[in-house]
């Protein structure tokens, strides 16, 4: 299987997800920038959450399945099983029981004997009857499709509110802070616009529904190491559910039952298995997404372009402009690998190239591309959440995904000026300020604080550059201010400590990691 079950309920919930942007490229074959502005706002979906929820449903639903809680914990810990009968043969030292068929056979099979002696054979080895334990029977099945029907019902409506949540905590945003760029307010009305502001109402119903979502998991997940569902997890998908004298009578693979009848009955239908042709229909859909969203972040970013010229929204190739700075943004693709190349130029070009895939790309294929295509980065986006640091977390659900490449842009853009006299982050112009500690300069922009420093690996000997805001009060994320399951808030504060300002990444205390060794360098 190229994806796991927790990847292929997130594809499955994608799907539909994303099928506003096929029916936007059907629509809009060739469009200019005027008409993709207004479009976001009208046609075209960016950003979503998914206001048309039934909160005191899903509520109901979950109260049902704590209820069940107690029974499935008492079946993984002491499932019905059957013993299963086999013959073996085996090594004397390993043999517990001899029964007449022993006899015969060591009589028989000259092989297995270690030694004569007066007193008779010595056997090597000896035919024993051995009994196992099989978990394999139709209730323990009908368990383990209980448990994965309650696993992606929760993965599913956790990842909803995760996102809900923190877009309603994104929004609070004080106008009068300088921490923003100019465009981001005009930028967060234009993706806001489907919006439920009164989602205040919601919130707390939302928060506590979360929490259950969470106890569920943590009640299932670190049991699933048990052998009724480890030695079951290839069961047929679509068995029937049939009421056998176990389901009936025995008090918790009943209320098994009754849950999987509760399920059917709430039309609560475990996603089903995501076909190839799916999957190819996403993996477009959600590239021509994150090429979309891209195209919004900078025409949102200070660059402009002619507006009223018209491109094809298939073969994309804009020149953007911001002072001296020239941007051009083209699709691509090479060896079956799709991607949007980010060129910009000053004083020297730094290339970026974003390459969108829900799918794995295997290493040898990478290579090549690199080997093909030379950048200064390579950044693959994804629709949820990766372990690993240098993805790019771009998701139709997540308001912060504009931003994290509106800060890949602001890095290329400092890497590409060589005199620093203007702003990248605004139109005004640099002071460059002497320190008088180590002899180095840095340059800061008064009107909307953004410090540039020049800085050096100390293990690779190389220089990179990193960024502050000035007079910015230091904020630090405590891991221990966050519960268990609250991790991916966490997460997520520490990641915007700085607004989305800085180029390099940060540690949860707000300092700055080295891009080359990702360590700390006391400057």
Same mark, same amino acid.
């Given at each position: 299987?190229?994806? +796991?079950?927790?990847?292929?309920?997130?594809?499955?919930? &994608?799907?539909?997800?994303?099928?506003?942007?096929?029916? @936007?490229?059907?629509?809009?074959?060739?469009?200019?920038?005027? *008409? @993709?502005?207004?479009?976001?706002?009208?046609?075209?979906?960016?950003?979503?959450?998914? &206001?048309?929820?039934?909160?005191?449903?899903?509520?109901?639903?979950?109260?049902?399945i704590i209820k069940v809680l107690p029974a499935i914990k008492n079946i993984f810990s002491k499932p019905i099983l059957h013993l299963k009968e086999q013959d073996e043969v085996l090594p004397v030292e390993s043999v517990r029981r001899i029964t007449s068929d022993t006899i015969h056979h060591i009589a028989g099979h000259s092989e297995l004997w270690s030694d004569i002696t007066k007193d008779g054979i010595k056997p090597l080895k000896l035919l024993t009857r051995t009994y196992k334990d099989n978990y394999g029977i139709y209730e323990n099945i009908v368990f383990c499709k209980a448990i994965d029907d309650i696993l992606s019902f929760v993965r599913m409506h956790m990842a909803i509110l995760k996102n809900l949540i923190y877009t309603n905590q994104t929004i609070e945003i004080n106008l009068l802070e300088r921490v923003h760029h100019l465009s981001y307010f005009l930028a967060l009305g234009k993706l806001h616009t489907g919006y439920n502001r009164n989602f205040d109402q919601y919130y707390v119903i939302s928060v506590r529904c979360l929490k259950k979502l969470e106890s569920i998991s943590d009640s299932i997940v670190p049991r699933l190491k048990r052998p009724v569902y480890k030695y079951n997890q290839g069961y047929n998908k679509n068995i029937k559910l049939n009421k056998t004298n176990i389901l009936s009578m025995h008090k918790d693979y009943h209320q098994i039952y009754a849950l999987l009848k509760y399920f059917k009955n709430q039309k609560i239908e475990p996603p089903k298995e995501i076909t190839n042709k799916e999957i190819d229909g996403l993996?477009?859909?959600?590239?021509?997404?994150?090429? /979309?969203?891209?195209?919004? %972040? #900078?025409?949102?970013? !200070?660059?402009?372009?002619?507006?009223?010229?018209? $491109?094809?929204?298939?073969?994309? !190739?804009?020149? @953007? *402009? $911001?002072?001296?700075?020239? /941007?051009? &943004?083209?699709?691509?693709?090479?060896?079956?690998?799709?991607?949007?190349?980010?060129?910009?130029?000053?004083?020297?070009?730094?290339?970026?190239?974003? #390459?969108?895939?829900?799918?794995?790309?295997k290493n040898e294929a990478f290579e090549f591309f690199k080997e093909t295509i030379a950048a200064n980065e390579y950044i693959f986006c994804h629709p949820y959440s990766s372990s690993k640091p240098d993805d790019c977390y771009l998701s139709v659900s997540n308001i912060e995904s504009f931003r994290r490449i509106q800060q890949i842009i602001f890095r290329a853009m400092i890497y590409a000026d060589e005199q620093k006299k203007d702003c990248p982050f605004c139109n005004h112009s640099l002071n460059e300020i002497k320190?008088?500690?180590?002899?180095? +300069?840095?340059?800061?922009?008064? %009107?909307?604080?953004?410090?540039?420093?020049? +800085? +050096?690996?100390?293990?690779?000997?190389? !220089?990179?550059?990193?960024?502050?805001?000035?007079? /910015?009060?230091? %904020?630090?994320? *405590?891991?221990?201010?966050?519960?268990?399951?609250?991790?991916?808030?966490?997460?997520?504060?520490?990641?915007? *400590? &700085?607004?989305?300002?800085?180029?390099?990444?940060l540690t949860y205390e707000g300092d700055i990691l080295c891009p080359y060794c990702n360590e700390v360098h006391k400057n």
């Open positions: 299987m190229e994806f +796991s079950i927790e990847e292929q309920d997130r594809l499955t919930h &994608m799907l539909e997800t994303y099928q506003n942007i096929e029916a @936007f490229e059907k629509k809009y074959k060739k469009i200019n920038y005027v *008409q @993709f502005d207004y479009a976001v706002m009208n046609d075209l979906t960016l950003f979503t959450i998914e &206001m048309d929820y039934d909160f005191e449903s899903l509520e109901k639903k979950l109260d049902h993996q477009k859909n959600y590239f021509d997404f994150c090429l /979309l969203l891209i195209l919004f %972040s #900078i025409g949102h970013f !200070n660059f402009t372009c002619d507006e009223e010229k018209e $491109f094809l929204l298939k073969k994309i !190739n804009l020149k @953007f *402009q $911001f002072k001296d700075w020239n /941007l051009t &943004m083209k699709k691509a693709s090479i060896e079956q690998i799709d991607y949007i190349d980010i060129e910009l130029k000053k004083d020297k070009i730094y290339k970026v190239v974003f #390459i969108p895939t829900i799918r794995k790309i320190n008088e500690e180590n002899a180095l +300069s840095f340059y800061v922009c008064p %009107s909307c604080r953004t410090e540039i420093h020049d +800085s +050096s690996c100390l293990k690779e000997k190389k !220089n990179f550059f990193y960024t502050k805001i000035f007079n /910015l009060p230091r %904020s630090r994320v *405590q891991e221990e201010d966050y519960a268990k399951n609250d991790r991916w808030l966490f997460h997520r504060k520490a990641e915007g *400590q &700085m607004f989305y300002r800085n180029i390099t990444k």
